[in-house]
């Protein structure tokens, strides 16, 4: 069966910092991956996806996301983060039954 | 575009209550779902359908029933509440689930069961 791991429910990072959230995935075959993003009171966003090709893939609002097939990870990436990027994030495995992780809430401390 | 259409945004039902959660999308894609979210959890998947006509079980799909009669409506009904049933539902849609292409969601239902 597919399925993705967050490993972290929360990360907090300081405005202008880096910052990455982390997702691990179980695949057979090649993977794909998307990242959403799901702001206070809102629907969830398609942030991103990797389908083929490079590893690293380049989506919305500045975001990245790195994917590493020897550690069958696919984290989120931004160089400097915004309060406004403040959200609960999920990764997820595309298919009939599309396999979300259980979400990490990013807050940007100002 | 209005995209993925969700109604209510708000409901308040006592136990053993039936009513009916309303989506509807106007991008013609063949595939829609209802999620719930519960804190914690994530989302899981209630019940999905393929197109018109088609529909299947997801991972919680006991006291939920859905049918999908349009390519556009994808209607969840409560047939019994329960306060368990106290969750946000998303409906999403997508062109295809399968591999490239991904989801749109609406706005959310938010269902408090008393």
């Known amino acids: 069966a597919q399925s993705v791991a967050q490993p972290e429910d929360q990360v907090n990072v300081a405005e202008g910092n880096p910052l990455t959230v982390k997702c691990t995935y179980s695949v057979s075959g090649n993977p794909y991956l998307f990242w959403y993003v799901q702001y206070p009171n809102r629907g969830l966003q398609f942030l991103l996806k990797?389908?083929?090709?490079?590893?690293l893939v380049k989506g919305s609002y500045g975001f990245e996301a790195e994917f590493n097939k020897s550690q069958t990870s696919f984290h989120l990436k931004k160089p400097s983060a915004l309060v406004s990027d403040s959200a609960l994030y999920f990764c997820a495995v595309p298919n009939r039954k599309v396999t979300f992780g259980t979400g990490t809430k990013l807050q940007v401390i100002p | 575009n209005a995209g993925v259409t969700q109604t209510p945004k708000f409901q308040v039902l006592k136990t053993g209550q039936s009513m009916t959660l309303q989506c509807a999308q106007d991008?013609?894609?063949?595939?829609m779902s209802w999620y719930r979210q519960d804190p914690g959890m994530g989302l899981r998947l209630i019940h999905y359908s393929v197109g018109a006509g088609i529909t299947d079980q997801g991972e919680v799909p006991n006291g939920y029933n859905v049918s999908r009669s349009t390519t556009e409506d994808f209607p969840l009904r409560l047939l019994s509440a329960a306060p368990s049933q106290t969750s946000v539902y998303f409906c999403a849609s997508s062109y295809s689930p399968d591999r490239v292409y991904g989801y749109t969601f609406g706005s959310g239902t938010r269902l408090t069961v008393v």
């Open positions: 990797y389908i083929t090709g490079d590893n």
């Open positions: 991008m013609n894609h063949e595939y």
